[in-house]
């Protein structure tokens, strides 16, 4: 029964993992519309403390800001020449209307329009380096509640989304969108910070107006009708506005937790949700502004590295900031995107001493392995040399610790070796010194990658392969016969228990070896569903 479950959500999260980002987020919200319009119809928003919108007013509003969004997005890439991107400014749209008072009247719908359009606008004019620096909903949202000081007929945001037979769908969808963004501690943190205060904030108030503070009514209240799970799912997780490393982005989600939990008044309004979130993009901007710029790139050469592994080199405009172990997100604009869209996630290849070099590699299979080509598998495969490309992101927190005197255990499955080799190209290259095992994992000895920059490392690499490598270099070990398990990886590395082992390579490959790890000080793993 557990083995049978276990499968079911191996086959949900690889589902999953073959949509785009993007197009899980707006399916998401677009299935949320859909929930909120059938409880609309019957009648069970009428029962909730916060009266949910009618179904007309859900569908005008949802039209008003598609829309909106939708001609101010394509007149702005229109002319600053970038890719339309609808699904973009339906997510901005889908965001909006969970957050906003859906009406029907002509006036609010107005200031509808004008949430909608700043909103839009937001990503272009308040941006860094091509990235917008603050979450373009939050943006519109706030500007619509400072319209609603001077003119009070244009509404105000409502966050009716905060209602209890909302609280099981946002959940739902929620978590679908926050595995595929990897951001569901980050956002956990949020919410547990969020109730918190939210709870202490209560308490506070209920002493001094002399109530008795009953934790179990207050706590569900707060829980299931606050706009914290929405926000936290589909705002804060916004990859775009979040700093690279994980550390950085739980420093984010304590400032906003604390400040939606405990809004500060500023007279008429007060830095709570929408506001909370804006002062978060600021956070997270100042902490990494540097990786949060979009960077242009000139494809310089293209290489077979194996019969497999394809190897780009690209030329930057402008230097990149990473660290060795990071992942860059890759834009390859093209007419008709399939649902995975236009952006990949690849491990940087290269050491920062390359740059302006840059280079990136993934796995092509060949043959009777090979699938039929995603859309942007055939799109990247038509980008001619001097083509132009760009970065829109480097994030991830695969990097190896900060005192060099850890012992490190890499464990590379096929294309998973493309972060250890830039480590250990930027060990070579910085006159770092560490002690470093590599178990290097392929289906057969033509398959092993980045040979050069492994062998002139100078640490000690085991081999596991079907077959021979010819010509293993110094310190090379092929582990002939010997099972890659527990017992097999204890036997070629003995000292694994006074190792901190690191672990890149396909999710179902590391879940087989993961267990073997245990014994390892700790664990590390990057895992990634091809391109």
Avoid at 99 to 104: A, E, F, K
Avoid at 140 to 168: D, E, I, K, N, Y
Avoid at 228 to 250: C, D, I, N, V, Y
């Amino acid at each position: 029964m557990i083995g049978s479950l276990t499968s079911g959500w191996n086959r949900v999260f690889a589902v999953l993992g073959r949509v785009s980002m993007y197009r899980l987020v707006f399916v998401a919200l677009t299935a949320l519309t859909a929930v909120a319009i059938v409880l609309s119809v019957i009648g069970l928003f009428t029962a909730e403390p916060l009266i949910g919108p009618a179904p007309l007013q859900l569908v005008a509003t949802a039209v008003v800001l598609a829309l909106v969004c939708a001609l101010v997005d394509g007149a702005a890439q229109s002319l600053l020449k970038l890719p339309w991107r609808v699904e973009s400014s339906l997510i901005t749209a889908g965001i909006l209307l969970f957050v906003l008072r859906p009406t029907i009247e002509p006036l609010p719908l107005v200031g509808i329009a004008i949430a909608a359009a700043i909103a839009s606008l937001s990503k272009y004019v308040l941006a860094w380096r091509g990235r917008h620096v603050f979450n373009p909903a939050a943006a519109g949202a706030t500007a619509l509640t400072l319209l609603w000081l001077v003119a009070p007929g244009l509404g105000s945001p409502s966050w009716w989304v905060g209602t209890p037979a909302m609280a099981a769908p946002v959940i739902l969808a929620g978590l679908a969108v926050l595995w595929r963004t990897e951001k569901v501690r980050v956002v956990a943190v949020f919410v547990i910070v969020a109730v918190f205060v939210a709870l202490l904030r209560t308490s506070v108030q209920y002493q001094s107006a002399g109530f008795p503070f009953d934790l179990g009514t207050v706590l569900p209240a707060i829980l299931w009708s606050s706009p914290f799970l929405f926000l936290g799912a589909f705002m804060l997780s916004e990859p775009l506005t979040l700093p690279p490393r994980r550390w950085q982005q739980f420093v984010v989600a304590l400032v906003v937790g604390v400040l939606a939990g405990w809004p500060i008044s500023l007279g008429a309004v007060s830095l709570g949700q929408e506001r909370a979130l804006l002062i978060g993009n600021l956070v997270a901007f100042a902490l990494a502004y540097s990786a949060r710029a979009a960077v242009r790139l000139t494809l310089e050469k293209r290489a077979d590295l194996t019969p497999t592994v394809r190897e780009l080199t690209f030329r930057a405009a402008r230097p990149v900031s990473f660290v060795p172990g990071q992942y860059l997100e890759l834009d390859v604009p093209h007419r008709h995107p399939d649902a995975r869209g236009t952006r990949r996630e690849f491990s940087i290849a290269s050491a920062p001493e390359d740059l302006p070099l840059l280079r990136i590699a993934f796995r092509e299979p060949v043959g009777a392995a090979a699938k039929p080509p995603s859309s942007y598998k055939r799109a990247l495969a038509e980008v001619a040399d001097g083509g132009a490309l760009a970065v829109t992101g480097v994030w991830g927190d695969f990097v190896l610790p900060k005192k060099t005197h850890a012992p490190i255990l890499m464990v590379a499955a096929g294309i998973g070796i493309t972060p250890f080799a830039a480590q250990l190209r930027h060990q070579r290259l910085s006159g770092e010194d560490r002690d470093v095992v590599l178990v290097y994992v392929a289906s057969e000895a033509s398959e092993l990658a980045f040979r050069e920059d492994l062998e002139a490392s100078g640490v000690p690499v085991v081999v596991f392969t079907r077959d021979r490598p010819a010509d293993l270099p110094a310190r090379w070990t092929w582990a002939q016969g010997v099972r890659l398990d527990a017992a097999g990886l204890q036997q070629m590395v003995p000292d694994l228990e006074g190792r901190h082992a690191y672990i890149s390579g396909p999710p179902a490959l590391i879940a087989d070896l993961a267990p073997a790890l245990e014994k390892a000080r700790s664990i590390t793993t990057d895992a990634f569903s091809g391109y």
